[in-house]
């Protein structure tokens, strides 16, 4: 009896996992389907999300379409032309932000700096960061993970502790409240208004918290997510005043990006804690009040193009200069690496380390990727009259009206 009951459930585990033809060409016909969609609607996952899924019966008889996708013009396409192929399916997909979010689908960094991944678990690679205090647009739970958007447009997952997730009204709130931000490399949230106080969390430049009052030298402050901490006055400044005093000049430029000669460098790093190359260049014009775009194909594509066919006499201090391979007929051109100018050939960058290059061959710091030098942008004389390149003043996530 044992015998026969062990067959007749092996017969039927057999069964339920078996996919026949039809089952497989329904695959195979939605997997061409939905590449040409994505090519067509979402080619680039950093900013645009598409990942269908199809979940099909042993019989094929019943084909659900899950996943999610934030073009709701990539989901209708798709629709329409599988069924125009007679692939009936039950519409499952979700079009972010996931409805289920509720009215919480704004959020706000709450720790000093959180790491975004490409996919919501710790193997994933890496992506992006932000730091404490910078705003956020969230898309989707999953697990103890959430997808959300970046204020230059980036979308990825970090883990759900580390965003304060918030409905409208309380994000306007936070936004319209006083805030401070920090100026110095480092410093520590207290529990007290003393150096003997207990540590809340730490604190790095750049990062912003609302400020609640002054008690001796400490100012008290609210943390994003809601916690009351104190915070040396001589480690911050007042977020409006500090931004009515960005002058995004060359000379700033140039004075910001040497304040992080020999940080180390991290695939992914966008604070000072440690930085890749876009990173770098992007917290370097963060500091100055300018919000650039993640990666160094992004950023080479913002800003005036200066041309450097006959050499690099034409480049400026605070030019982006961008390295990788030159297009071809027939192949695209792709950067891999950005620096920034600092004049007399030299330029500052994050490889290693945060260091200073030369572009001439006969300089003792040359550096021998400079053959790769593929072209260079002026990134000051299009602030907020290009759409990748805007001041922090006039973004609407820090200022929503």
């Known amino acids: ?63 659900v379409l899950r996943g999610s996708t934030t073009e709701i013009d990539a989901k209708e396409a798709l629709l329409k032309a599988l069924k125009a192929k007679n692939i009936d399916v039950l519409d499952s997909m979700v079009v972010l932000p996931d409805p289920s979010l509720g009215e919480k689908t704004y959020g706000i960094t709450s720790e000093s700096v959180i790491n975004f991944r490409y996919g919501p678990d710790y193997s994933s690679e890496s992506a992006t960061q932000t730091t404490l205090g910078v705003p956020l647009k969230i898309l989707e739970k999953r697990g103890g993970w959430t997808r959300a958007i970046t204020p230059e447009g980036y979308i990825a997952w970090a883990t759900s502790g ?22 110095t490399y480092y410093t520590l949230f207290r529990d007290g208004a003393s150096e003997n106080a207990g540590v809340v969390m730490d604190g790095v430049m750049g990062n912003i918290v609302r400020t609640d009052g002054v008690v001796g030298n400490y100012y008290k402050v609210i943390l994003p997510n809601g916690k009351n ?84 006499d034409s480049l400026k201090m605070g030019d982006l200069i961008f390295f990788g391979s030159k297009g071809t007929e027939g192949k695209k051109e792709r950067i891999s690496h950005v620096g920034i100018y600092i004049g007399d050939g030299e330029f500052i960058h994050s490889a290693t380390s945060v260091r200073i290059n030369s572009l001439i061959p006969d300089a003792a710091n040359y550096y021998e990727g400079s053959t790769r030098l593929v072209r260079a942008q002026r990134i000051l004389t299009k602030v907020d009259l290009d759409k990748d390149i805007t001041s922090i003043k006039k973004h609407p996530w820090y200022f929503p009206e």
């Open 229 to 312: 901490a104190y915070l040396l006055k001589a480690h911050a400044e007042d977020f409006g005043k500090w931004l009515d005093n960005r002058n995004p000049t060359p000379e700033n430029i140039i004075a910001t990006a040497k304040k992080f000669l020999g940080f180390p460098y991290m695939w992914g790093g966008t604070s000072i804690k440690a930085m890749d190359c876009s990173g770098f260049t992007k917290t370097t014009y963060f500091l100055n009040g300018i919000i650039l775009e993640r990666d160094a194909s992004q950023q080479g594509l913002a800003g005036d193009n200066v041309s450097i066919e006959n050499g690099i």
């Open 1 to 63: 009896m044992k015998k026969v009951l062990f067959v007749t459930m092996a017969a039927l585990l057999v069964f339920s996992c078996y996919i026949g033809p039809k089952s497989e060409e329904i695959k195979e016909q939605f997997d061409m389907i939905s590449k040409k969609i994505k090519s067509d609607y979402a080619p680039d996952r950093r900013v645009k999300t598409y990942e269908p899924i199809i979940e099909i019966s042993a019989d094929a008889k019943t084909i």
């Open 162 to 183: 580390s965003i304060q997730a918030m409905n409208e009204q309380e994000y306007k709130d936070w936004s319209a409240a006083q805030k401070l931000i920090i100026t």
